[in-house]
């Protein structure tokens, strides 16, 4: 019963990472951060990568090693919900973006600036001025990049499935950085979107593939920093996640450019708010199961 509980919740977690991925600004590393099954994936993601390289250097035998190592019972359901998750919230996410977009902007919006709270309180006590400097320099870096216009690319072509698909999963990988924008800014988000809707399993392929590529080259290097350079990988973490705001700022020209706030004032602040809200929720509760049933919150 215990088991089922903990596969329940972890496919829950799944669930919403799987909703983030889909969400341009928000990114399903920082979901994964605040609901606690960060490390596990990445530790799990290693260790897959592991077992592939280990059966074409040393063939079947040397793959046991790794593959005890991988957490499967935070991995499998994480997954199923994940898989949920990007198929619901395409589906219900798509008109509600395209017919309500400062309203949804302003809840992500809510929610990314209370989950900043995730990687400064693992810094902890070990923040610094060079800390300080790191996560304002990445945070600078970020906030440039989302203003940049948006690539204009042959979106039709297959070719170009594969390599945007492995930059957008570093998205899963490093908090702040959302993998729908990345999208969006190669002018694949659309065609993406529209895949997952239409079940373009030819298309689906071609990006499961260049995500699971992209995967093994950066997690290994991700594991490596969090391992040996925990604090700076966190603060430039921080600093990715200020500088992503930028791109849910609720009031948008049709280039992406900034614009003064109008409208609905009261009701945005109050729908930023709510996000803000379930954020530290999410975090509680998160804490809570951490204190009372760690191995239960896939840590």
Known sequence: MTNFVGAVLNAIRGFLIGLAEIVPGVSGGTIALIVGVYRALIRSAASLVQVVLSGVRSGPAAMRGPWRQVSWPVVLPVALGMVTGIFLGAWFLEPVLENYPIHTRAV????????????????????????????????????VALGLPGATVPSDSLLWVAP??????????????????L????????????????????????????????LGVFVTALQWLLANHSS????????????????????????????????????VGGLALGGFLLVVLLIAVERALRRSQPERAGL
Request: with cysteine; hydrophobic share 60%.
């Open 232 to 267: 700076i990988t966190l603060a430039i973490m921080t600093g990715l996640m200020v500088g992503s705001l930028r791109a849910l700022w609720p009031w948008q020209g049709d280039g992406g450019e900034l614009l003064a706030p109008e409208g609905d004032v009261l009701v």
């Open 183 to 214: 999208l969006l800014t190669l002018g694949m988000y659309e065609p993406t979107l529209s895949a997952v809707n239409d079940r373009d399993y030819a298309y689906l392929g071609v990006f499961v593939l260049g995500a699971i590529f992209g």
């Open 108 to 143: 992500f919006a809510g929610l990314i600036l209370a989950s900043l709270w995730v990687p400064i309180q693992m810094v902890g006590s070990g923040w610094s001025w060079l800390l300080g400097l790191a996560a304002l320099a990445s945070s600078a870096l970020v906030f």
């Open 164 to 181: 945007a698909a492995a930059l957008a999963v570093c998205a899963l990988v490093l908090p702040g950085v959302s993998g729908s924008y």
